[in-house]
């Protein structure tokens, strides 16, 4: 292993430690094979972060490795921080053309994960993934079918917040069934508050564009950004990935509202436990921590 450098092995140290070439090749043959789960959450995390600086790994190689990996990962916390960088490497830096050729591959891989996988928590996080990711005729008809109660999937129990995400990503992604989705969820939903949450986001995955402006520009007002997870989860459907052409328009009354955010929001001090994106590398090395301790 001395012809290989494996920076930051033991996962305490901070900041961006760039490895070369060789070793990251050398890490992706096999990740597994090395038994410390900090080292290798360690290593995924400089091969992120190589991704994203454009340094030597690319986007399409990073989601084939992370796919290659998950049948023989076990640590359920490295399975959590793959499946979360596999999403944002997906919409966010796979180019919509490569996403269609690896679509097939990318439910298969997870949709076999899902039904084989015997713990329930993990089982949960591939199912999860795999509902974000679906985009296939056949996937899309899978997801409607759970949310039916029409199909159900040994050991995965589904809870009222699934079946409203699900509504939600069914809406996205099937557009002119949006109002039959949403309408349909929200007369199941018995909890007062997320009804009235999944009330406040429903404008956000409107096949109509002119509702989707009228929330957009609701949220200019104080009043209507005082329950700040769920306005994160009406911007996040507005800005998906799959709406991108139609949302750049609000980026500069974005920017223009970000002074007024920052005084009036409470995103630096949460209470209600919303998890909120940290810059990546402070983030990531949360992971090595939590393996650590």
């Known amino acids: 292993m001395a012809d290989y450098n494996f920076l930051n092995s033991d996962g305490f140290s901070y900041g961006y430690f760039k490895m070369d070439e060789k070793t990251i090749s050398e890490f992706l043959v096999d990740p597994v094979k090395e038994a410390d789960p900090v080292f290798r959450a360690s290593m995924w995390i400089n091969c992120w972060e190589s991704m994203v600086r454009g340094d030597v790994l690319t986007s399409e190689l990073m ?15 490295i399975i959590d921080y793959l499946l979360s960088n596999l999403q944002t490497a997906w919409w966010t830096f796979l180019p919509e053309s490569n996403r269609s050729l690896l679509q097939n591959e990318l439910e298969t891989i997870l949709w076999e994960l899902v039904l084989v996988t015997p713990d329930a928590g993990k089982k949960n996080s ?11 005729k056949e996937g899309l008809e899978r997801i409607e079918q759970m949310w039916l109660d029409k199909l159900n999937v040994k050991d995965l129990i589904l809870s009222e917040e699934d079946k409203m995400t699900m509504a939600y990503e069914l809406a996205l992604k099937n557009p ?9 969820q929200l007369k199941e939903i018995k909890n007062p ?19 989707r402006d009228s929330f957009f520009e609701s949220l200019k007002q104080g009043k209507n950004r005082e329950h700040e997870p769920w306005v994160l989860e009406g911007l996040h459907y507005l800005h998906h990935p799959l709406r991108a052409k139609d949302t750049q328009k609000y980026l500069l009354p974005s920017l223009e509202l970000l002074q007024e955010i920052q005084l009036t ?29």
């Open 63 to 77: 989601i084939q490795s992370m796919l290659s990996v998950l049948h023989a990962e076990e640590n359920p916390l």
């Open 126 to 136: 591939y199912f999860h993934a795999y509902r974000n990711m679906v985009m296939s």
């Open 176 to 184: 002119e069934k949006g109002a039959y989705y949403l309408s349909t």
């Open 193 to 211: 508050d997320r009804i009235k949450r999944f009330e406040f986001v429903m404008p956000a995955l409107s096949n109509d564009q002119s509702v």
């Open 265 to 293: 929001g409470d995103i630096f001090f949460r209470s209600d436990g919303c998890k909120l994106r940290l810059a990546d590398t402070h983030q990531q090395r949360q992971l090595t921590w939590l393996i650590h301790f």
